[in-house]
């Protein structure tokens, strides 16, 4: 990832009137370019502010600044960061799917039975953690753990961000049926665009420090 610090610390280098626009795609690889190439693109420097955040009220950048100051937020900090460091996931990634999922109530019960800041169902919680933990599932360091965990081997499995979101959120079984892509469901559909979005604003506050892999358009 080293090697693209140059170009990216260039292209954020810009003169201010300048644009700079970007995306993270499913596979998390954070695009750039001085134009809006297609409409994937949002901007991250100049002209425009920063985009809303499908499904929010509030822009994202007034999102992004709770994220940031809220209580709830910063006590689970350090887990997420020990989390992202054992699994080999982005802290970042995984700030976003609580954000999403929970809202940073770490006593959420969903209609399904899922359970904590990460909405993690027992059955799950059996598959990626020991009995003991798997008993504890609603305690915050243990949920982001096995949350992490599970996150991580859907990744591994499916190869691409938006495919072990999908797998999350309609199960396994529904991405395969699609070709190991994000089925046509559309509660599914909107919930990866929102945590991709929110992972993708996050990322604009951290970059180059985040992305899996950089890529600059012309």
Not at 62 to 81: G, H, S
Not at 124 to 134: E, F, M
């Amino acid at each position: 990832m080293t090697r693209w610090l140059p170009l990216v610390l260039l292209a954020l280098a810009l003169p201010v009137r300048a644009e700079l626009w970007g995306y993270v795609d499913g596979s998390g690889v954070a695009h750039f370019a001085q134009r809006q190439v297609d409409s994937r693109y949002a901007p991250v420097l100049g002209g425009v502010g920063m985009q809303r955040v499908p499904g929010k009220t509030d822009a994202g950048l007034a999102l992004l600044n709770w994220l940031d100051i809220a209580p709830e937020v910063k006590a689970v900090q350090p887990w997420l960061r020990e989390a992202a460091a054992e699994h080999g996931v982005d802290a970042d990634l995984l700030k976003a799917v609580i954000a999403v999922e929970s809202g940073y109530q770490r006593g959420a019960v969903s209609p399904r039975g899922a359970l904590g800041l990460m909405q993690i169902t027992p059955e799950a919680a059996s598959r990626y953690a020991t009995p003991a933990d798997a008993a504890r599932l609603i305690e915050p360091r243990i949920n982001i753990h096995i949350g992490a965990r599970m996150l991580a081997d859907l990744m591994r499995r499916f190869g691409r961000i938006d495919a072990a979101l999908a797998a999350w959120n309609a199960g396994e079984g529904a991405v395969r049926r699609a070709g190991n892509r994000v089925p046509d469901i559309e509660e599914t559909q909107a919930h990866v665009q929102l945590v991709l979005e929110l992972y993708w604003a996050l990322l604009q506050q951290s970059q180059p420090a985040h992305a899996q892999r950089l890529a600059l358009h012309p």
